[in-house]
């Protein structure tokens, strides 16, 4: 949503700045052809080819077969299951002020951070999350990606100084983290109702319980002993404000009256889609050149 509205801001901004050199530039008005007959059959033609085009078939053009009409079953409904909507509502209200009175103040001074250092804060907490990325590829039965993150862990846990330098990316090693929520999805869980978590914000129920079991296996594990004691809390704290600083959203910034909505579709189209990838089915490979597509 800002990048639409910064794009649109930039149009603005190049509409103005071509209207001011047009106001600082020569005006020319082209004159009015002679009134001959040779000009009236001029423009008689030009008028008649222009009220065809108008009209949807240009002159002497052969014509184009009619696309099909667009219909409701074209578009996704925009239809939301909502049973809690007053609570969601109600929680989206608090999380919009909390954020404007405490959240983004705290990232943006966290912005002003020398970027090594915050760029060594989220790899290490982005290498902790690999672990949750392990379990719930193997629970998928996705046993590559599983393989893919164990290696993303082992190695910006050794050679890149326990996460603080992403090593397994400049090693062609690409992050894709995944947790519960969508091990749940690969099983066949529908993500249910939608839900806004308090300091967390648009949720379903499904990633809720993902959520939880995520900090569960987290708190489970307790690698390092990071997840006992009163510096959970400060690392909690410090890994809430680095991931709010890494996003550009920003409450009630679309214009729009009807935000809520809005966000509600986006987020459970955007998890509905992605449970479409989960259950994709394989692609056949092409034929080779001279090879029988049934051998």
């Known amino acids: 949503m800002r990048a639409a509205l910064l794009s649109g801001a930039a149009a603005l901004a190049l509409a ?7 106001a600082t ?8 052809p002679a009134e001959t007959p040779a000009a009236d059959n001029a423009a008689a033609a030009y008028a008649a080819e222009f009220a065809a085009t108008a009209g949807g078939a240009a002159p002497n053009a052969v014509a184009a077969a009619p696309s099909p009409p667009v219909t409701a079953a074209d ?26 009175a405490v959240f983004l103040p705290v990232a943006n001074a966290y912005r002003r951070l020398p970027s090594p250092m915050r760029a060594g804060v989220h790899n290490f907490f982005g290498n902790l999350t690999e672990i949750d990325s392990v379990i719930n590829y193997t629970l998928q039965g996705r046993l590559g990606r599983g393989v893919r993150s164990l290696g993303r862990l082992v190695i910006n846990s050794t050679l890149g100084i ?3 330098i992403d090593v397994a990316t400049k090693l062609k090693l690409a992050v894709a983290p995944t947790g519960f929520s ?24 499904r990633d809720g319980i993902g959520l939880a079991a995520d900090f569960g ?9 990071l997840y006992r004691g009163n510096k ?12 709010r600083a890494n996003v550009s959203f ?24 992605e449970d479409a990838g989960l259950h994709r089915t394989r692609v056949p490979k092409p034929p080779r050149p001279g090879e029988a597509a049934g051998q």
Request: glycine content about 12%; charged content about 15%; aromatic content about 16%.
């Open 217 to 225: 296996t987290s708190y489970g594990i307790n690698i390092a002993n």
């Open 75 to 100: 578009a996704p409904p925009m239809t939301t299951y909502d049973p809690w909507e007053r609570l969601n509502r109600f929680d989206y209200r608090f999380n919009a002020r909390f954020d404007e």
């Open 162 to 164: 326990g996460g603080l």
């Open 16 to 22: 103005l700045a071509g209207l001011g050199g047009c």
């Open 250 to 273: 920003r409450y009630y910034s679309s214009g729009s009256p009807f935000e809520y909505e809005v966000i509600r579709f986006l987020y459970v189209r955007k998890r509905l889609l």
């Open 232 to 243: 959970t809390w400060g690392l909690g704290a410090l890994n809430a404000v680095d991931q």
């Open 25 to 32: 530039s020569d005006i020319s008005i082209r004159s009015l």
């Open 182 to 205: 969508a091990t749940l999805g690969t099983w066949g869980l529908h993500p249910g109702p939608y839900l806004v978590i308090p300091f967390f914000g648009p949720s379903t129920l």
